[in-house]
């Protein structure tokens, strides 16, 4: 199993920009598919980007060209760059993880059900 834990919340203007990592710990003799999640207030949580076992990467259409999702040679950091923010992206951020083979999906619009470990989440709140 995998323990997740993000930092990197905070607060900008629109049109900022912020980093969000998520550290992963525990057993890595497996592959995962991680993704981050986004809840606002009153709205359902929403796959935000994903990333696999062989580093292959899928976004959200209402992310793609303002984030990047990346990690670490270990695998064990994971990273969410928010660039172009806008306050419609004020949200809690949550990193989550599952298994993952060769094969199977790993896409920002699989639902959070599909995803065994989370976190504990991290804010991101954008001002106009």
């Known amino acids: 199993q995998v323990r997740l834990v993000e930092s990197g919340g905070g607060s900008v203007q629109a049109g900022g920009s912020l980093t969000l990592s998520c550290s992963a710990y525990?057993?890595?003799?497996?592959?995962?598919?991680y993704a981050w999640f986004r809840q606002a207030p009153g709205k359902e949580r929403e796959g935000v980007a994903t990333?696999?076992?062989?580093?292959?990467?899928n976004y959200a259409d209402f992310v793609k060209g303002r984030f990047t999702f990346s990690q670490d040679n270990a695998k064990h950091t994971l990273t969410l760059h928010l660039n172009v923010l806008n306050p419609e992206d004020t949200a809690m951020y949550y990193c989550?993880?599952?298994?993952?083979?060769?094969?199977?999906?790993?896409?920002?619009?699989?639902?959070?059900?599909?995803?065994?470990?989370w976190g504990q989440g991290t804010q991101v709140t954008v001002s106009s």
């Open positions: 525990g057993e890595f003799d497996v592959d995962y598919c």
């Open positions: 989550a993880a599952v298994k993952w083979s060769p094969g199977a999906y790993c896409f920002a619009a699989l639902p959070e059900s599909n995803y065994r470990y």
């Open positions: 990333i696999d076992g062989v580093g292959s990467r």
